[in-house]
């Protein structure tokens, strides 16, 4: 920035500090616990930034032999289910977008009807339905269900809509087929919903734990947010806080790392979503 | 290389019918100019010659082949489109070379023909841009590169130029006409601006409502227009349109007496005219000021080679005259003007026109 900072400047400046401050409180304080022995931690919280500290409820985690399994697990769903709902949302957005067929609008309605039925409401089906075809304790299982996902086949039917139609059609008479158009010109103008998207699916698929809590019953299936829940006794609440912040922060890693690379383009996907 | 024949062609959306039973050929090598107002179907026109809209009725060919149900890449066409359409994630080469990659022409010749595409329009520098490095006269640039490179037996122009500004469309306007010279592959161009086809076009296809109004050479369709609507189309000002009170005969030829009582001896054989009203119309050069009907000066445009003056007769219609270079009148001041009869034109009441010596 060139030139002086207005009283303005400054007053929006201490702003966005202090929500800053705000949002960064409570993780600062869960990391501050992660350090600190359970017994302590069970008479009072109040002295986060005094002695002792200790490394134990990290070396407890990472004691619990399956740990990396679980993580493996976690970035195997989160992955297959990022990479499959990319795959699915935009091929459904660009048919919604695109071509003409009897029955649109009725199907249109369907998906976003889909919207208004809570997860709740349809996690007993769905549990039976993933029985009878025995494939409770598969990743399909794991990965499968989320694949229909509303949200993002409107997300990519109003980004292709937007698309100038002009584009595709100077591809089509640059011989193109109906494919290639959506392959080379579609699909790359999409890029930046892809990314919001892509961004979206793997935070969610990563963070999720209602749906693998019901589906996988096996301990080597575990994705990481169950397989860390089941290691908690019975009155962490109380007894284990340091080692459930530990968690918290275990868990929540991976996701800070991609967020490092990742940052400029997550950035952009947000912001880039909201502007259009 | 080969003419552009359209054979009854129709389109409808629905019910609401766009193009009306529309024939016409193109020769090969020509500039065809479709000018019309917006809305009369002049896109709609081209896309289905482009095969990007379906025909309701008629045939289309090209050459020697019929091409309405062709593919749109099958048909020997390229378009430039109103608002370039470059692919925004290639560059410039990118762009130029991917219709020919497309039909597995091989690398090396692929950069040969942008080579000497961006040659003949002088982008060469650009080649390894991309479409939002570029301004709004070197996009439209590679839009018409995009297309020289296909070697097309037709060019589509659709109003490529509506999105310059006025310095860059005149002078693109002119290059336009040399790169015909240069690529003489047939080309229809698709414009509102009847200054654009005035200078482009070796044909005008003057278009309404979906219909052809008149097809001919620029002059002949700014001399003889066949239509009120042609008349009052092409020209700047408009044409002068005022209501005939009577119609005299004077020998063979018709004198018009107008509202406010101006005699208009005409060069237009009497007993060609049909019963019923007439109107008179006559472009703003072709009224003489200092004899005839009084008027009042209403609004005086200076425009430098030429004034225009808006006045208005005593019954109340307006009239518009051209003096050469500049004028001394202002708002307010008294005239008399005369219709120069050699070369006025007179309409009937479905707008048919009348001119001086042989009629259609
Ligand atoms: N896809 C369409 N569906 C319905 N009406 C259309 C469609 N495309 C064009 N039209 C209508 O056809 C008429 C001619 O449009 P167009 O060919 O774009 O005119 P122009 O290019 O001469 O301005 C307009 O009234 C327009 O509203
Ligand atoms: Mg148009």
Redesign the interface.
């Known amino acids: 920035m060139h030139g002086r900072r207005t009283l303005g400047d400054h007053l929006v400046l201490a702003a966005v500090v202090l929500l800053a401050a705000i949002w960064v409180a409570p993780i600062a304080w869960i990391v501050g616990l992660s350090f600190k022995p359970n017994d302590e931690l069970m008479r009072s919280t109040g002295h986060l930034l005094s002695p002792p500290f200790t490394l134990k409820n990290y070396a407890d985690i990472l004691g619990a032999s399956s740990v990396f399994a679980w993580m493996l697990n976690s970035a195997v769903v989160a992955v297959g289910q990022t990479v499959l709902t990319l795959a699915v949302a935009s091929a459904a957005g660009y048919g919604f977008a695109r071509t003409s067929f009897p029955g649109k609008p009725v199907l249109f309605a369907l998906t976003l009807a889909a919207f208004a039925v809570p997860e709740q409401a349809i996690i007993v089906p769905l549990h039976t339905l993933f029985a009878e075809a025995d494939l409770h304790n598969t990743y399909a299982a794991l990965i499968l269900p989320r694949l229909a996902f509303p949200f993002g086949v409107l997300l990519m039917t109003q980004y292709f809509k937007a698309i ?1 139609a ?2 595709e ?8 087929s109906r494919f ?1 158009v959506f392959w ?2 579609a699909l ?2 999409s890029l930046p919903a892809q990314a919001t998207l892509g961004i979206y699916t793997f935070l969610h698929a990563w963070n999720d734990y209602f749906w693998p809590l019901v589906s996988a019953t096996k301990p080597e299936m575990y994705t990481l947010t169950v397989g860390l829940a089941s290691m908690q006794t019975n009155f962490a609440q109380t007894e284990g806080i340091g080692f459930l912040m530990a968690q918290a922060v275990f868990a929540g890693l991976p996701v800070l790392v991609l967020y490092l690379f990742f940052q400029r383009h997550i950035v952009t996907a947000v912001a880039g979503g909201a502007a259009k | 290389m080969g003419g552009l024949v359209l054979r009854n062609v129709s389109k409808r959306f629905g019910p609401v019918g766009v193009i009306d039973d529309l024939s016409l050929e193109v020769g090969e090598g020509e500039f065809a100019v479709f000018l019309g107002p917006s809305g009369c179907g002049k896109s709609t026109l081209l896309r289905m010659v482009a095969g990007l809209e379906t025909l309701s009725a008629g045939e289309i060919h090209l050459g020697r082949r019929r091409i309405d149900a062709l593919a749109p890449g099958e048909r020997g066409v390229a378009m430039v489109f109103q608002h370039y359409a470059l692919y925004p994630h290639m560059t410039v080469r990118q762009n130029m070379g991917f219709g020919l990659r497309n039909v597995g022409m091989p690398a090396t010749e692929v950069e040969a023909k942008i080579a000497q595409a961006a040659a003949l329009l002088e982008i060469g520098d650009l080649l390894d841009r991309r479409p939002a490095q570029l301004s709004g006269g070197q996009r439209q640039r590679v839009a018409i590169g995009r297309a020289i490179v296909k070697q097309p037996e037709a060019f589509l122009f659709d109003e490529p130029l509506s999105n310059l500004d006025a310095a860059l469309r005149a002078r693109t306007r002119v290059e336009l006409a040399r790169l015909h010279q240069q690529v003489p592959s047939t080309m229809v161009f698709v414009t509102h601006d009847q200054m654009e086809a005035m200078t482009l076009a070796t044909r005008i296809v003057v278009m309404n409502a979906g219909r052809i109004e008149q097809v001919g050479t620029p002059i002949e369709v700014y001399r003889r227009p066949a239509t009120r609507f042609v008349a009052g189309f092409i020209g700047t000002p408009a044409m002068n349109f005022l209501p005939v009170a009577a119609v005299e005969a004077e020998g063979a030829r018709a004198t018009a007496v107008l509202a406010d009582g101006m005699r208009v001896p005409t060069a237009i054989p009497a007993t060609r005219l049909p019963a019923g009203p007439l109107t008179l119309g006559v472009r703003a050069e072709h009224v003489v000021a200092g004899q005839g009907s009084p008027a009042v000066v209403e609004v005086v445009e200076h425009l430098g080679e030429r004034t225009l003056i808006h006045a208005r007769l005593q019954d109340g219609s307006a009239l518009v005259y051209a003096e050469p270079g500049d004028s001394a009148l202002r708002a307010g001041d008294a005239a008399t003007l005369q219709a120069d009869g050699s070369a006025v034109h007179l309409f009937d009441g479905a707008g048919r026109a009348y001119h001086a010596g042989l009629n259609p």
């Open positions: 100038p002009e584009i059609e100077a591809a089509l008479l640059d011989n193109a290639k080379r010109i790359p103008l």
